[in-house]
């Protein structure tokens, strides 16, 4: 079962604007990752967020998280073409072994 | 340094056919993973490891069997292909775990891309 589930599926924006992606998931966890993939590659870990911590930014990207809600969500500032690609959210299972990923966003950022 | 490298690429098989799909990292990982990623479907987990000589289920594990006998290596297997197959695996290794504390980020191979006739 997926752990993970993102919103939007799908996202189109024009370039400069930002870009929102949101998360939820259904068991506790320790910490929520985010994934970005472009097309025909691999995943690439962009941020890791603790389940003591709120928000957290690395250059254009802010993620919150909200553990009573059981939901995160990713903002990517000043979007660029370069931005197209799917998103991921990815959780540890209870375990924390396995890391269980939702099916993704994918945005489409126009030059 | 490398990273997580998967072959082959590329894979064309025929119903019933046998294959092994290799991972190796360079990173000197404990634990690996074998996911494949489906249209809509995001990324499902079939089998990991915590560790050499080990492996375990994870969410789709039918049809396919791994091992893990050396450290920096993690096969994945299909004794007997089915259409139902057809998909792109993902290997993919991490430092750490996601329980007790550790971040469990994972490093991920480029994919391996199958098509069962």
């Known amino acids: 079962s997926q752990q993970g589930e993102e919103d939007p599926q799908a996202l189109s924006i024009q370039e400069g604007e930002n870009a929102t992606m949101n998360c939820s998931y259904k068991?506790?966890?320790?910490?929520l990752q985010w994934y970005r993939q472009n097309s025909g590659r691999g995943l690439v870990h962009l941020i890791l967020?603790?389940?003591?911590?709120r928000e957290k930014h690395s250059g254009r990207l802010r993620v919150t998280l909200d553990t009573s809600k059981k939901s995160s969500s990713l903002l990517i500032t000043a979007s660029r073409a370069a931005d197209t690609a799917s998103y991921f959210c990815?959780?540890?299972?209870?375990?924390?072994?396995?890391?269980?990923f939702g099916a993704g966003t994918r945005l489409f950022v126009k030059a | 340094n490398a990273g997580v490298t998967q072959t082959p690429k590329f894979r064309v098989l025929k119903t019933g056919q046998s294959m092994t799909l290799l991972c190796a990292q360079d990173?000197?990982?404990?634990?690996m993973y074998w996911y494949r990623q489906d249209p809509g479907m995001g990324l499902r987990l079939i089998h990991y490891?915590?560790?050499?000589?080990?492996?375990a289920k994870g969410e789709v594990p039918d049809g396919y069997n791994v091992s893990r006998l050396k450290k920096q290596n993690f096969l994945l297997g299909l004794e007997s292909a089915a259409p139902s197959q057809t998909s792109v695996y993902f290997c993919?290794?991490?430092?750490?775990?996601?329980?007790?504390?550790?971040?469990?980020?994972?490093?991920f191979g480029e994919g391996s891309r199958l098509t069962v006739l």
């Open positions: 993919a290794s991490s430092y750490s775990y996601g329980g007790r504390g550790g971040t469990g980020e994972l490093f």
């Open positions: 068991t506790s966890i320790n910490n």
């Open positions: 967020i603790r389940s003591n911590e």
């Open positions: 990815a959780t540890p299972n209870t375990g924390g072994f396995k890391t269980i």
């Open positions: 990173m000197n990982h404990e634990y």
């Open positions: 490891s915590v560790g050499e000589g080990t492996t």
